[in-house]
T-cell receptor
Framework: DQQVKQNSPSLSVQEGRISILNCDYT??????FLWYKKYPAEGPTFLIS?????DKNEDGRFTVFLNKSAKHLSLHIVPSQPGDSAVYFC???????FGTGTSLTVIP | NAGVTQTPKFRILKIGQSMTLQCTQD?????MYWYRQDPGMGLKLIYY???????DKGEVPNGYNVSRSTTEDFPLRLELAAPSQTSVYFC??????????????FGSGTQLSVL
C-alpha cells in the first residue's frame, strides 16, 4: 500500500508562472516531510522540508504547504524557471516512504 | 568533496549471478540507506543502517543483504540475481542528529539490468 502518493506523473508550466506539485499521505503519525529534486542520471537532492508543527515553510522561490487534516502537502515554485525541469519526490515517515514523483517541465 | 560514491554506475547480470554494489561516504554520517527505483515508481527502501555493525530491513529487503563494518561503507549484496531486481539503486547517508529532521545525501546511482 502506497503510504505517500503523488497522483500527477507530469506537469508542464510556462516560464515565469507558478508550478504546484501535490503529495498525499495516509499515515497521520508522519510528522516531517521533505521534497527532493532529481535530474536524469543523478541522485535526488534535498530541496525543502516541513515539520508537522508548521503549515508553511519558505525558501526563496520554493514554498511547501502542509494541510494535516487533509493529509496533503504541496510544493509551490514561483517563478518557475527552465532549470527547475526535473522530477520531484516527496518523502515522509523518516524517509522510509517516497512518492512516485512528478516530472516538471518548465517551457521557456 | 566526494559525498556519497556508488560503484559501478552500470552493470548487466545474468539470472542467478551475484554481485555487490559498493557505497562509500566521506561525510562521517552515521545513517546510511539503500533504495531502489523502478521505472515510473518512487524510491523503495531496501535496507538501512544507523551505525557500524547495525543494519535493519526496509520495505523491500527480499533478495538482498547488507553489512556495515565501517562508518564509511555500506555495500549491498545480491546473491541470486532475478529479473525483478532490474532497477536503479541509490545509496544515501544522513548525519547523526534527530533522524526525523535530517535530509538525505544521495549517490548518483547504479543502473542494474538482470537478463
Amino acid at each position: 500500500d502506497q503510504q505517500v502518493k503523488q497522483n500527477s506523473p507530469s506537469l508542464s508550466v510556462q516560464e515565469g508562472r507558478i508550478s504546484i506539485l501535490n503529495c498525499d499521505y495516509t499515515n497521520s503519525m508522519f510528522d516531517y516531510f521533505l521534497w527532493y529534486k532529481k535530474y536524469p542520471a543523478e541522485g535526488p537532492t534535498f530541496l525543502i522540508s516541513i515539520s508537522s508543527i508548521k503549515d508553511k515553510n519558505e525558501d526563496g522561490r520554493f514554498t511547501v504547504f502542509l494541510n494535516k487534516s487533509a493529509k496533503h502537502l504541496s510544493l509551490h515554485i514561483v517563478p518557475s524557471q527552465p532549470g527547475d525541469s526535473a522530477v520531484y519526490f516527496c518523502a515522509a515517515g523518516n524517509q522510509f516512504y517516497f512518492g512516485t514523483g512528478t516530472s516538471l517541465t518548465v517551457i521557456p | 568533496n566526494a559525498g556519497v560514491t556508488q560503484t559501478p554506475k552500470f552493470r548487466i547480470l545474468k539470472i542467478g549471478q551475484s554481485m555487490t554494489l559498493q557505497c562509500t561516504q566521506d561525510m562521517n554520517h552515521n545513517y546510511m540507506y539503500w533504495y531502489r527505483q523502478d521505472p515510473g515508481m518512487g524510491l523503495k527502501l531496501i535496507y538501512y543502517s544507523v551505525g557500524a555493525g547495525i543494519t535493519d530491513k526496509g520495505e523491500v529487503p527480499n533478495g538482498y543483504n547488507v553489512s556495515r563494518s565501517t562508518t564509511e561503507d555500506f555495500p549491498l549484496r545480491l546473491e541470486l540475481a532475478a529479473p525483478s531486481q532490474t532497477s536503479v539503486y541509490f545509496c544515501a547517508s544522513s548525519p547523526l542528529r534527530d533522524r526525523v529532521n535530517e535530509k538525505l545525501f544521495f549517490g548518483s546511482g547504479t543502473q542494474l539490468s538482470v537478463l
